[in-house]
């Protein structure tokens, strides 16, 4: 960790010799280490200490981008002077109105020692009990266990001057047998909070319960999916939906219908930076406090999270949810939340009377028709039949195909248990998820495990 | 550089590992991208570092820092080392890798023009002029172009005594227009989706691409899409052309055949493969006409290198054979396994990542068909171009893929366009179908820099070469 003091006076001292109207600079510390296993054993080991800065340059409404990952003075001036070089050779961006000013963020507590000092050969002791468990019952079990610090810094040539340390938890687990597979994950800031054991358990039991699946005819099933199932869904729709990006370009499911009813009333999805529930990164890479957004709620579409750019762009004001300048992709809520309901998730199986419960999904696509939210994904690590209430045995893996705007409005309940799923955002993001019943899913195809 | 590299070397040797290397890599990638006639990113980065992989009681360890200092470098080789030991603790097996002769040499891209070199007012106004011209179709209200380039300078050494420096350079783009009516949305791309098509070449490869050339027409097709019908739900033959051919063997040829997923060490993330060891030299995995190679010399294939991130020097092997499984895509380790050597598929995108089997280029070779003879041939199919969606089960075995554009075929001839089209199978069955394959005139190699895999992921560069195949008995248009 190289800590804020230090990370301010060398990033100011740098941005003082800036040429530019405006100059920002971003500095993103990492500093990790993950252990993965496979067939009970560890077999791959790693650990990582990096930090990544960027340089943001304006002149005349002209933007530049530049990044290096060495802080060492002279590389830092010359990583600015890039930037420099790169605004000079453009037009202006009509749509730039300037770096965002100083802004008051939620103090939220996303940094804890003991995960930090977390060693390797924890993370393997952790992993060997894991195996141990699994040899009991004859199965093998593969996965992944990361640990790691970081630190988001912003400052920019306005008086912005953000930092954030933060710590990461997660461990993912598939549990085998020869024809089965059962999958549990956990994600914390605090590495103690993990419940390593209900987890394994979990994926143990999940394993043992989908021996022997039989095969399952493609159609409409009523289905109960799991929060990683949901997770995964909630990923696309973050790329394809919630940004202001694709909603001002028109390809969101957002785009008209702002107002609308695009859900069931049961389903309201926001993202809120600074829950600590979550994993809580207060501001944004412009050091922009991160606004609580309702996206949808109570199935009516709300908002989309907007960045300073893509606000300018909108006429309205930025969220709090850039990215990393020159990404392209646009603001990206990473944060999100999905309103837990009141039912029990054992009480929603209960009301199944022919359907499936789906554990979790492999590659989903949500690029088949953007504004349809049009999505295709496999099911794996633990498909069940459903029968009058009760899950009687288990199916081989299955092929949806569906409108998720659609399939989220046949929603027949939503769980008040709600659990952590990792997302695409690392350490800055996270899905909070309920179980969700859906009414009539579409599986379109099928396959041989 | 070396000097330090040679330092790692001696240190991990005092500290008895019983394997280990070191791995310099300085990273330069320049991003270009615009949307009508605004920069929407523009950005040139840099990033350096050492990763240091050693084996110690048998088992892995590796350790990355960005920091070049000495003590840093020393401390990093020494988390390694714990990190190995650490490791031990699950050991079932000592790790063995395959013998090597360890290389000392050079290699470099052969490129023409230096991309980062070109000045950036040229790729602007190359790419304006694009967007420009995208727009003219009142229809497209959304008219994107991007070019990227990559320069990777990395030195590789070992305690076996290799020690091999290598430059990569590499150029692509291309560009997307978006035509929107009411709540219809289509898309069509040149010369492929996804940020384009690539190659290990400097800024010549983009001269070379018709760009300018293909925009009017892009723009035309995504204008037509709105208006066109919804592709028919049938079973059918198809014709698959361009970077969709390319997807097509990377995800139901490429990820099967890589060794560590077929044992099992990717299997919680991307998952396992149908290409099971028993299958190795009598599975029919596809029809006779079908040859798949692994080929890291393939000239300009943006899976060419000199030296793969284990040493092992660049090479040409088959994974499908008239039809049959006869190899993986392997490394030093997982070789042995298979009774063979390894054809030399371990990389990592950066100092950071340890190295993993990944596909170079993996090329789907040629047949004898000319293309309009293989349309005229064909009585009653849909040909499918540009890839759109991708989605496949964690064994390679269910797929289901979407294209930007399809194209009716009746009595041999090309006549309705259709929209929206889906095509799903099989792995095995879908290949076995494949009756015809375009020749070497029609044969590109697509690259693809966006390949991901592992944890922390990793985005692998790699490429396919291909030509227009025809598929029958395929499922068609199942997104209703």
Not at chain 1, 201 to 220: F, H, Y
Not at chain 2, 64 to 73: G, K, M
Not at chain 2, 149 to 162: D, N, P, Q, V
Request: proline residues 4%; glycine residues 8%.
């Amino acid at each position: 960790m190289i800590g804020e003091s230090r990370i301010f006076s060398t990033l100011r001292s740098i941005i003082q010799k800036s040429e530019a109207d405006q100059t920002e600079a971003i500095f993103i510390g990492s500093y990790s280490g993950l252990t993965r296993y496979a067939n009970s054993y560890i077999h791959q080991n790693v650990a990582e200490s990096n930090a990544t800065i960027f340089f943001r340059t304006v002149i005349d409404g002209r933007v530049g981008v530049a990044t290096t990952n060495s802080f060492k003075r002279n590389d830092l001036l010359r990583t600015l002077n890039n930037s420099l070089m790169i605004v000079k050779h453009q037009p202006p961006n009509p749509d730039f109105k300037g770096f965002p000013r100083p802004c008051k963020y939620k103090k939220v507590k996303t940094f804890f020692e003991p995960t930090v000092a977390y060693t390797p050969r924890q993370r393997a002791e952790v992993v060997r009990k894991i195996c141990r468990e699994a040899d009991k019952f004859k199965l093998t079990v593969a996965g992944a266990f990361s640990t790691s610090s970081s630190e988001l810094a912003v400052i920019n040539s306005n008086g912005v001057a953000a930092y954030q340390p933060l710590t990461t938890a997660g461990i993912n687990l598939v549990a085998m047998s020869d024809n089965s597979s059962g999958f549990a994950s956990g994600l914390s800031r605090r590495v103690v909070k993990i419940p390593f054991e209900s987890i394994t358990k979990t994926a143990i039991q999940k394993c043992l319960d989908s021996r022997n699946p039989v095969d399952l005819e493609p159609g409409k099933y009523d289905v109960i999916l799991e929060p990683e199932a949901i997770a995964e869904i909630m990923n696309w729709l973050t790329y394809i939906g919630f940004g202001a990006k694709p909603f001002l370009e028109k390809t969101s499911f957002l785009s008209r219908n702002i107002g609308k009813k695009v859900m069931g009333t049961q389903i309201s999805i926001y993202d809120d930076g600074a829950d600590s529930s979550g994993l809580a990164a207060p501001f944004d890479f412009e050091g922009v406090a991160k606004k609580k957004v309702y996206i949808v709620k109570k199935g009516i579409a709300n908002s989309p999270v907007y960045d300073s750019l893509y606000a300018a762009k909108g006429k309205t004001r930025s969220t709090g949810h850039a990215l990393m300048p020159g990404s392209g992709e646009g603001p990206m809520a990473g944060n999100i939340f999905i309103a837990p309901g009141k039912k029990s998730k054992a009480s929603l199986i209960a009301g199944v009377k022919d359907g499936i419960l789906v554990t979790r999904f492999h590659y989903i696509n949500g690029l088949l028709n953007t504004p349809k939210a049009l999505m295709t994904g496999m099911t794996r690590d633990g498909t069940f039949k459903i029968k009058n209430g009760k899950i009687v045995g288990a199916v081989k893996n299955l092929r949806f195909t569906e409108s998720i705007t659609k399939a989220f409005s046949r929603v027949g309940g939503v769980s008040k248990e709600t659990r952590l799923v990792a997302n695409w955002w690392d350490d800055f993001g996270c899905c909070s998820s309920p179980t969700i019943m859906i009414k009539r899913f579409n599986f379109s195809g099928k396959t041989e495990f | 550089m070396k000097e330090k590299l040679k330092k790692i070397i001696h240190h991990l040797k005092t500290k008895k590992v019983a394997y280990g290397d070191a791995r310099y890599v300085f990273n330069t990638n320049q991003s270009i991208a615009v949307k009508g006639q605004t920069v929407e990113a523009i950005s040139q980065s840099d990033d350096m570092g050492i990763g240091i992989r050693v084996i110690v009681d048998g088992c892995w360890g590796f350790a990355a820092t960005s920091s070049l200092a000495d003590e840093d470098l020393i401390k990093t080789a020494n988390l390694a080392v714990k990190i190995a030991r650490a490791s031990a603790l699950t050991k079932k097996v000592e790790v063995q890798l395959a013998k090597v002769k360890p290389y000392i040499d050079n290699y470099c891209t052969k490129y023409k023009e230096d991309p980062f070199l070109t000045p950036v007012d040229e790729k602007l106004e190359l790419l304006f002029k694009i967007t420009d011209t995208l727009r003219v179709n009142k229809a497209v209200k959304l008219a994107e172009a991007n070019m990227n380039f990559f320069r990777t300078k990395k030195i590789f050494c070992s305690t076996e005594g290799a020690c091999i420096e290598q430059e990569i350079v590499e150029s692509g783009g291309g560009y997307t227009a978006t035509a929107v009516a009411g709540g219809e949305v289509q898309k069509r791309s040149y010369p492929a989706s996804h940020r384009g098509d690539y190659a290990c070449a400097g800024y010549e490869y983009i001269r070379q691409m018709g760009l300018l050339e293909n925009a009017e027409r892009v723009a035309d097709e995504a204008a037509a899409l709105l208006k066109a019908p919804d592709c028919p739900a049938t079973d059918t033959t198809v014709i698959i052309t361009g970077s969709q051919m390319a997807l097509q063997v990377h995800e139901s040829c490429g990820h099967p055949a890589e060794l560590d997923r077929v044992l099992g060490t990717e299997i919680s993330l991307a998952g396992g493969s149908f290409m099971t060891l028993d299958k190795l030299g009598s599975f029919r995995y596809g029809s006779p006409i079908v040859n798949i190679v692994i080929d890291s010399t393939a000239e300009g294939g943006l899976g060419s290198f000199g030296y793969d991130d284990e040493g092992i020097k660049a090479s040409r092997s088959h994974v499908i054979k008239e039809g049959i499984i006869v190899g993986y895509l392997t490394s030093r380790e997982t070789a042995p396994v298979i009774k063979s050597v390894s054809n030399g598929c371990m990389r990592a995108d950066g100092w950071n990542s340890i190295p993993l089997i990944r596909m170079t280029n993996l090329n789907l070779e040629p047949g004898e068909w000319e293309y309009d003879d293989l349309i005229a041939d064909t009585k009653d199919g849909i040909l499918l171009d540009t890839n759109k969606s991708w989605s496949i089960d964690d064994k390679r075995l269910n797929f289901q893929f979407g294209t930007e554009i399809a194209w009716q075929i009746k009595s041999g001839k090309i006549g309705q366009m259709y929209k929206n089209p889906v095509y799903t199978g099989m792995t095995p069955e879908f290949w076995n179908n494949c009756d015809a394959i375009c020749n070497k005139k029609h044969w590109h190699i697509w690259g693809i820099p966006s390949c991901g895999k592992g944890e922390p992921k990793q985005t692998a560069h790699v490429a396919h070469g291909t030509s227009p195949a025809r598929f029958n008995n395929v499922t068609v248009g199942v997104s209703k």
